[in-house]
Each structure stands twice: as structure tokens, then as C-alpha cells.
């Protein structure tokens, strides 16, 4: 039973009570007054009182990315309006962060306590080994401990389709990926797409380019740099560019708008489309998107639930763990074919590599 339902039913309660009473002959109108007041405070908030505490240590970037981060914090938001969790988010600016950030949420009473993006490995490691009692969830990582959920995703069949809609969009018959580090993870967004737009076009040419080596966390906050690469293939004839590489992608959108009608952004992790000016509504084609949001949340109702062991999940297409957005109609004319090859992945007709 949720905290919602159990002050539900607490209010219903004294409200019969209250009738019961009245019947009798023996109110007070004191006490009727009160518990009317009790009531309306429960109706109004059936949140109130809940010691449910989730901790969220974001990675570089925070909320306010616009992509990864921000999927997360959509979670936690969930978590708190219809679990009743009260949230705590601290944000890693440096590397050095994210071990403190991970025991200032356990210190402060959170459980569960979520960390937002593989970087968080060694930080991870040590915090949860030294709070057992603590249960610790991982976007992007994979630690074999007793009290920590790992929580993977088929970045691969997300970028398929949206691979798929460029380039059956693609007039050029060329289109481009932007990498943010040069990592096996974002590589398996790279090696979706290419294999999404090959199925459909096997001749098509597909531009790829990483704006860091691994390690470098500049490369997740590098809108320039990604704006100057997007704007270099556009002008040599490019139409579509898919960039995964978390804040950069500001600047592919960017190149977008400026290089005008016919050239399109993808975004990825979050619908981009929807946190966009309408200039860049304009110029965004879909966004391949990654649900850590639902990761976020589901690992916050299996704590709650009693669940608190550790483990590791995959959220792909078949459980809606990734997919494609569809805002602003832009794909709308193309929607049965993206479809049916997201049937054709879902059945294992279709396996989408992992590396380019």
C-alpha cells in the first residue's frame, strides 16, 4: 500500500467516526472542528509526514541539461509526487565530487541513494561497500554488489531507429554522428545508428567524429565544439547529424538553425524537442530517447516496496526503456516503417550491434 492510499484511508476513517459520534448525541463541536481541520489537511496533502528520502547525485552538467540529467530528474520528480519521496539532488562539478556528493546523501538519511552516469565507478564502489544498509542505484555502471541496482540500457536499438528516420530523411544520402567521450558506451549509440540508416539505405555515408578521449569531461560540455563539426559537414553537404555526447548537443542544434531549411539536429537521452525555441522545434527531426526517468523511478518503488537487493537491468525497447520521440510531427510520414523494424528488434528478427 502507497502513502498515498494509507492517509486515504486514515481520513476516511476519522470522518466515520466522526459521523458515528454525531449520531449518538454526543459530539463536541470542538472536536468535530478539529477533526474536519485533520481531514482537509490529509486530503490536501497525502504526502504529509512520509520519511521516504531519495538521494540523487547527478553527474557533470546537472539538471538543466537538457539531455541525461534531466531524465533523471524527471524520475526523482515522479518518485515524489505518486511515491512520496522526498528528493535530495547534489550535483558533481569535478571528479573529485562525486564521493563526497554520494556521502552527503547517505549521511543525510536517503534510501535509496542514485548515481547519474558511469563516471561514478570507483565512488560507487567505496560508498556502497562501507553503507550496506544503504540500497544504491547506478545509471550506466555495473558493480556486483549485494546492495546496488545497476541500471543498463540498449542504447543501440534507440539509436537504430532514430538512425533509420535520418536516413530515410536524408536527401544527401550522407549524415553524421557526434560521440561525446570515445567510450564503449557511447559507442554502442554510434553503432545503432549507422546500422539503423544501412538497413535502410545500405549506400548511405555516415560521418562520425568523438569530441574526447575517455576521461575527458569536457567533451559532455562542448556545445562549440560540436556546433563547429555539425556546421563543417552541413556546408559539405550533410543534412542530419545525431549527436550523443550529453550538453555538446546544444550546439549541434544550433548548427541546425543556422544552417537552415533541410538540415536537421537528433537529440538524445531527453525529447529535445520539447525544452527547444521554436527555431530549433524547427530543425529538430526526433531524439533517440534513453528512460532514466523510469530507471530512476522503478528503482525508487522497489525500494520502497521492500525490494533492497542489488542486481543488474537492462531497459531496451521491449520493457520501453529506449525508443524515439515523435513531437513536432516530423516523422510522423515515416512512423509505420520506424514500427516495424522496432517490431522486427523487439522479436530478435533484428540484433543491433553494440560496436561500429
Same mark, same amino acid.
Given at each position: ?5 494509507? #492517509? ?7 470522518? %466515520? ?34 520519511? #521516504? ?18 531524465? !533523471?530528474?524527471?524520475? !526523482?520528480?515522479?518518485? %515524489?509526487?505518486?511515491?512520496?519521496? $522526498? ?51 547506478? $545509471?550506466?555502471? @555495473? ?24 536516413? #530515410? ?23 545503432? @545508428?549507422?546500422? =539503423? %540508416? ?38 559539405? =553537404? %550533410?543534412?542530419? $547529424? @545525431? ?6 548537443? !546544444? ?33 529538430? #527531426? ?16 522497489? $525500494? ?20 524515439? !520521440? ?31
Amino acid at each position: 500500500m502507497t502513502k498515498r492510499k494509507g #492517509l486515504k484511508s486514515a481520513a476516511f476513517a476519522i470522518a %466515520a467516526f466522526a459521523l458515528i459520534t454525531g449520531a449518538c448525541g454526543g459530539s463536541d463541536t470542538a472536536t468535530e472542528e478539529s477533526v474536519t481541520e485533520e481531514t482537509a489537511a490529509a486530503a490536501a496533502d497525502p504526502c504529509e509526514g512520509s520519511e #521516504l528520502k531519495l538521494g540523487l547525485a547527478f553527474d557533470t552538467g546537472g539538471r538543466g541539461d537538457g539531455t541525461f540529467n534531466d531524465s !533523471a530528474a524527471r524520475g !526523482a520528480e515522479q518518485a %515524489a509526487s505518486e511515491l512520496c519521496y $522526498v528528493v535530495s539532488e547534489l550535483e558533481a562539478t569535478t571528479d573529485d565530487d562525486r564521493k563526497p556528493n554520494l556521502e552527503a546523501l547517505v549521511a543525510a538519511g536517503n534510501n535509496p541513494v542514485i548515481a547519474v552516469g558511469f563516471a561514478f565507478g570507483g565512488a560507487i564502489e567505496e560508498v556502497a561497500a562501507a553503507n550496506p544498509n544503504v540500497t544504491f542505484g547506478w $545509471v550506466d555502471g @555495473y558493480l556486483d554488489l549485494p546492495n546496488v541496482k545497476t541500471l543498463g540500457f540498449s542504447e543501440q536499438e534507440g539509436s537504430f531507429l532514430v538512425g533509420a528516420a535520418a536516413a #530515410l530523411k536524408s536527401a544527401s544520402g550522407t549524415i553524421g554522428f557526434i560521440g561525446g567521450q570515445e567510450i564503449d558506451l557511447i559507442k554502442r549509440f554510434e553503432a545503432g @545508428y549507422i546500422a =539503423g %540508416a544501412k538497413a535502410v539505405n545500405p549506400d548511405i555515408k555516415v560521418e562520425s567524429k568523438y569530441l574526447g578521449a575517455a576521461g575527458d569531461n569536457a567533451a559532455w560540455g562542448s556545445p562549440d565544439k560540436a556546433k563547429e563539426i555539425a556546421m563543417s559537414w552541413y556546408k559539405k =553537404g %550533410a543534412d542530419i $547529424v @545525431y549527436t550523443a555526447a550529453g550538453g555538446s548537443g !546544444a550546439g549541434t542544434i544550433e548548427a541546425a538553425v543556422e544552417a537552415g531549411e533541410g538540415k536537421w539536429a537528433i537529440g538524445v537521452d531527453s525529447d529535445q524537442y520539447l525544452t527547444a525555441t521554436p527555431e530549433q522545434q524547427a530543425r529538430i #527531426l526526433t531524439s533517440m530517447l534513453k528512460r532514466v526517468d523510469v530507471s530512476v523511478f522503478l528503482t525508487a518503488k522497489a $525500494v520502497k516496496e521492500g525490494d533492497i537487493t542489488g542486481g543488474f537491468k537492462i531497459y531496451d525497447l521491449k520493457s520501453d526503456g529506449v525508443g524515439y !520521440a515523435t513531437s513536432g510531427g516530423h516523422v510522423d510520414d515515416i512512423a509505420d516503417q520506424l514500427e516495424a523494424f522496432k517490431a522486427k528488434i523487439v522479436s530478435g528478427e533484428i540484433v543491433v550491434p553494440t560496436a561500429p
